[in-house]
């Protein structure tokens, strides 16, 4: 027994001496040089062409005590002298605004005083037990001083291990090879004391890439020299063109050793440090936060009164708008509640909605606070502002539980517009649905939120407040509403199934149980009751979306011929659409059609003016981005549907940037035709529905009933009525880079577009012609801006994308003769694209260099392709010899 355990002594033992890191010899100096460079660009770009500087000086080391008990227990005092900084950039037009400095002129008298005062590293067994400085320096000066300590570190052996250095608790890997050990840092484990955020969207993210590989270089037992580079590359996921890079390198090589100090006496770490100096402190490895200050800065107001112009409606459609919305969020997410208010309260009439979506946007708790006290929801006059905060809530990149307690206590209050009331309730569910993906689905006001909403629609019998539930639970997405979409899916009112399936089509396929496709079936094939076309076609989209059987399908073609007139030639022109755009169910659609009954002649011969169209708007390496148009008349000819969809497809993920929903009912008494089958009773009805970026908002009315609309119909003059307008922050991304050096990158990624959604529905009985509009306008800016900000010395990189466009999408109905002639039209205009570079030093002093470059091409406008039937009946509406 005694020996086994003499023999588990000695292999512990050898196992420890394979992991010791370098030792340092009593009454020896080491003599080091040290240098250090950051280099930010675009994420293309060439090393000529960076922006950084590079920090190079002499370190001194001695060993200061040493554990009589283990060699590899020791205390080590590091000298930083001899410090020298200049500029990496090689290009021969760029200026060089610290030529001609000193060290001590740049980094100022205290900070260069504290950045050569000697610190103390305790390792034991080449791992970093503590650092020692003083609390009194400046935090950037002791994170430099913890990146020349962190280089000292390395174990002698292969392995993977948890560290703590200077850019904070990390998983590292070793590999050891003869005279040389790779340490390659796995960053993405490392955590720090520093947070940031980003927008949830991978469509609208950003992608980041990021490396750590140190190598050193072993003799004779003993460090000789050190190699790092630590890359790290970020850009936009839909435009990888905009994107930037922060490359750091460290060197750390032997040049020769001389006679140096004795090692001190003492029983342990902490005594021995005291008798070398009592101010000096154990303040940790990891890197601090560095307030950065802004010597010369606009206050927010001053920065307000630069912009403001740029903010007023006249400009919405102008790429300046968005660029100035995303700076003016910058200097708000900096500012009190009082400077945020005096903003609010000096702007204009006609600017001060564009100044709620910026400072809604900005997300800080002052920013909110102010909001509050701004906005008086008791005031329906206030209508215009109070839904613009709501929507910009509702658009929110990383939302907290604060703002929704703030939308929950609004809910609660007296609400002057009922319009506002229903809103604050749809957004709340699209702030669970946000909250939730963040893993916040347990948090208190969430799991309220999420209760009220759930027992909404059984808590009242009101038609708009039912209405209002389902909306919200369609923006939570809540898997346990799923039972109760599948319940409001079979209601009597056709409102409620609409919504409820529409809400249904945004669920995984996954969550698609057999009870829940049971009763979509249902509902399709009326066995139950006689239903509503649209809402038999929005069944139809959920069967087709969710993954059906071969059986589904074939009931589903088999129903073509059986049902009413448009309906029969709206499900033809889906299933040739789904076949033809290669959509998930066209497989099993192909199988299907090998059966004659279900494939013959009879049935897919079926004529009339409804149809369903999918296109690609763009296709690029990074993003694809399709339409889709579906159009469903009533038998009489008038429109019953109009649903136009966009999405965008990047790093594997879809988002559902637009959904435009034109509805109309009830309209055949202007024609004296006969309503479909389901239809004889329904109230005269048109209005709109959308949805925006995965955010449903809430339905707007163009009239309601029968005296509504003839109230109306002699006063439309075509004027589109305004869905939604403002801007909105579309990804938002902010992160603090710890670099190995002890430096930091700040790293921030916005876009922001400004938007103006309308449509509209006219109707001349004199020339007996309807036509129906939506009008897309907007104007589109993504930038990135990654800083490394050393106090005394600023270098960046800014790089940007910015476009303006416009779709609009026409149907017009001429029913002077019968058949009707219906022509649709989604027109795109010309649009530009600007891509821009800039990079950037400067000093406090106020000297800079910034070097600017820009490219821009022409988009051509173009008129996106739909059925061919379409165009030949566009050739007769507009053909003047018709």
């Known amino acids: 027994m005694f020996a086994w355990m003499v023999l588990l002594c000695a292999l512990s033992a050898a196992a420890a001496g394979a992991g010791i890191g370098p030792r340092l010899n009593n009454n020896q100096l080491y003599k080091w040089r040290y240098s250090t460079e950051v280099r930010v660009d675009r994420a293309r770009g060439s090393p000529r062409s960076s922006s950084g500087y590079r920090l190079s000086s002499d370190v001194h080391l001695h060993l200061v ?127 720090t004391p520093e947070t940031g955020f980003t927008t949830p969207s991978k469509v609208l993210g950003v992608s980041k890439k990021a490396s750590s590989v140190t190598s050193f270089t072993i003799e004779d037992g003993f460090l000789r020299s050190v190699a790092a580079e630590e890359v790290h590359s970020l850009s936009v996921n839909s435009h990888k063109s905009t994107g930037a890079k922060v490359v750091s390198r460290q060197t750390f090589s032997l040049v020769g050793t001389e006679e140096g100090p004795l090692e001190a006496a003492g029983k342990d770490v902490t005594s021995v440090v005291k008798t070398i100096d009592a101010k000096l402190a154990a303040v940790g490895i990891i890197a601090e936060k560095v307030k950065s200050q802004c010597k010369g800065c606009p206050t927010l107001f001053e920065h307000w009164q630069s912009l403001q112009s740029l903010l007023e409606p006249h400009s919405l459609s102008k790429v300046s708008a968005p660029r100035s919305f995303l700076a003016l969020i910058q200097s708000i997410r900096k500012a009190s509640k009082d400077e945020i208010l005096k903003v609010l309260k000096s702007a204009s009439k006609t600017a001060l909605p564009q100044v709620v979506d910026a400072v809604t946007s900005s997300q800080t708790h002052a920013s909110l606070d102010a909001m509050l006290e701004f906005l008086n929801f008791t005031d329906a006059k206030a209508f215009v502002l109070q839904e613009r905060f709501l929507y910009a809530c509702g658009f929110a990149s990383h939302p907290n539980e604060r703002m929704l307690k703030a939308l929950l206590d609004i809910s609660k209050g007296k609400i002057g517009n009922n319009d506002i009331k229903e809103s604050v309730v749809i957004i709340m569910g699209a702030l669970v649905n946000k909250l939730c993906m963040k893993g916040g689905c347990n948090l208190p006001t969430v799991v309220e939120v999420k209760n009220m909403i759930l027992k909404g629609p059984e808590s009242t019998q009101e038609e708009s407040q039912v209405q209002m539930f389902l909306l919200a639970l369609k923006n939570a997405m ?44 249902r509902v399709f094939h009326q066995n139950k009751r006689i239903y509503e076309k649209n809402v038999r076609a929005a069944a139809a989209d959920v069967i087709l979306s969710s993954k059906p059987s071969l059986m589904e399908v074939k009931n589903l073609l088999l129903s073509i011929g059986h049902l009413p007139h448009e309906m029969n030639k709206y499900m033809l022109s889906k299933i040739q659409d789904i076949l033809r755009f290669q959509l998930p169910a066209s497989k099993t659609l192909q199988v299907a059609m090998k059966d004659m009954i279900v494939n013959n002649y009879d049935r897919f011969s079926k004529v009339g003016s409804s149809s369903s169209f999918s296109g690609f708007m763009a296709r690029s390496a990074d993003v694809t981005s399709t339409y889709s148009l579906d159009i469903l008349y009533s038998g009489s000819g008038i429109l019953r549907r109009s649903n136009m969809n966009m999405f965008g497809a990047s790093e594997g993920a879809v988002l559902h940037g637009l959904q435009v929903a034109i509805e109309a009912q ?51 003059s075509g004027d589109p009525l305004s869905v939604v307008k403002g801007l909105i922050l579309l990804s938002d991304h902010s992160e603090v880079i710890q670099l190995q050096s002890g430096l930091k990158a700040s790293a921030e990624f916005q876009g922001g577009l400004s938007i103006d959604i309308s449509g509209g529905m006219e109707v001349s009985l004199w020339y007996r012609e309807s036509k129906t509009s939506v009008n897309n306008r907007g104007a589109l800016v993504m930038s990135g801006n990654v800083t490394v900000d050393m106090d005394f010395l600023k270098t960046g990189v800014e790089v940007s994308f910015d476009t303006e466009a416009s779709l609009d999408f026409i149907t017009t109905v001429q029913f002077s003769e019968y058949p009707f002639l219906i022509c649709i039209q989604m027109d795109k205009a010309t649009f530009p694209i600007s891509e821009h570079v800039a990079r950037y030093d400067s000093l406090p002093s106020g000297k800079n260099t910034l070097m600017q470059r820009s490219q821009k091409h022409i988009v051509p406008g173009s008129e996106f392709p739909l059925h061919q039937e379409n165009s030949n009946m566009c050739k007769k509406v507009f053909d003047s010899g018709w």
């Not at 080590?76 to 002298?81: T, W």
């Not at 529905?689 to 009933?705: C, H, I, M, Y």
């Open 65 to 191: 005590w040493r554990d009589p008990s283990s060699k590899d227990n020791q205390l080590i005092q590091l000298a930083i002298s001899n410090v020298r900084v200049e500029h990496v950039s090689q290009s021969s037009t760029r200026k060089n605004i610290i030529e001609g400095s000193t060290a001590e002129s740049l980094f100022g008298k205290r900070s260069f005083s504290a950045l050569t005062k000697p610190f103390l590293l305790h390792l034991k067994h080449g791992k970093t037990k503590a650092f020692y400085s003083y609390w009194a320096e400046p935090a950037i000066i002791k994170n430099i001083k913890r990146g020349v300590a962190s280089l000292l570190q390395v174990q002698l052996h292969s392995g993977k291990v948890i560290e703590n250095d200077v850019s904070g608790r990390c998983t590292v890997l070793y590999k050891a090879e003869k005279n040389q050990v790779i340490r390659t840092k796995i960053l993405d484990s490392c955590k």
């Open 666 to 716: 009830g309209l055949e008494s202007l024609i004296a035709a006969t309503p479909d089958e389901g239809e004889e009773n329904l109230e005269s009805f048109s209005g709109m529905s959308a949805l925006l970026f995965d955010v449903q908002l809430r339905p707007v009315n163009f009239f309601k009933g029968y005296s509504d609309l003839m109230s109306k119909m002699f006063s439309l």
């Open 478 to 521: 809540l898997p346990e509403a799923i039972p109760i979409f599948v319940k409001y899916a079979e209601a009597d009112l056709g409102a409620f199934n609409t919504i409820a399936l529409t809400a249904l089509q945004r669920y995984d396929s996954k969550l698609m149980t057999e009870e829940v496709k049971h009763t979509v079936n």
